[in-house]
């Protein structure tokens, strides 16, 4: 499965990034999506998710209040606004299925794209 994100790049803290990820409408339609981080040095970890009819989202606790997860299924895009970005949200950042949106529970398996870098200055 190719999923592409795209959207990263260098910004200054405080700033704001917005990124977009596609998938086929084979592995994205119905499907719940998150958006995952990985940090130097890091596991990923999820960061945020949507249900598949994008009528729930729910965020790990650092990001609450300054990222916001949204899907178009129409272009089987999933996006994630990053606003007041901090130093420690730099990472690369990869699009998949979560297993379940209400407790964030992610994967850790299948294949997951080259993700894009987000690089935050202080």
């Not at 790990?60 to 999933?78: E, L, M, P």
């Not at 994630?80 to 379940?100: A, F, I, K, P």
Request: charged content about 15%; aromatic content about 10%; hydrophobic content about 35%.
């Amino acid at each position: 499965v190719q999923l592409q994100a795209s959207g990263g790049g260098l910004v200054q803290a405080g700033g704001s990034l917005r990124l977009t990820c596609t998938a086929p409408i084979s592995f994205f339609e119905h499907s719940d999506m998150g958006w995952y981080r990985q940090a130097p040095g890091k596991q990923r970890e999820l960061v945020a998710a949507i249900t598949g009819g994008g009528d729930q989202e729910n965020y790990v606790d650092f990001v609450k209040g300054r990222f916001s997860i949204s899907r178009d299924n129409a272009q089987n895009t999933v996006f994630l606004q990053m606003d007041s970005l901090n130093v420690e949200d730099t990472g690369v950042y990869y699009c998949n299925r979560v297993r379940n949106v209400a407790t964030m529970t992610g994967i850790t398996f299948g294949s997951w794209g080259r993700g894009t870098l987000v690089t935050v200055s202080s």
